[in-house]
């Protein structure tokens, strides 16, 4: 099975214009059977960094925390 991993939360921001940064960790996990999301660190900065990184929110198939 192949995956892409993009951090969308993380306790600091290098060079992503837009992104914001909070305490705690998310990964938007794009692989052949679908869009997860594992942990959601706070979740306060998830859906403008989804949207910074073109990540498609809506598509997540589930979330594990």
Do not use: C, P
């Amino acid at each position: 099975m192949k995956a892409r991993a993009t951090v969308l939360s993380e306790n600091s921001v290098f060079s992503n214009l837009g992104a914001m940064a909070e305490h705690g960790w998310a990964v938007f996990l794009e692989t052949d059977q679908g869009n997860f999301l594992f942990d959601t660190g706070q979740g306060k900065v998830l859906l403008n960094n989804a949207k910074v990184f073109k990540k498609n929110y809506s598509s997540i198939k589930r979330i594990w925390n």
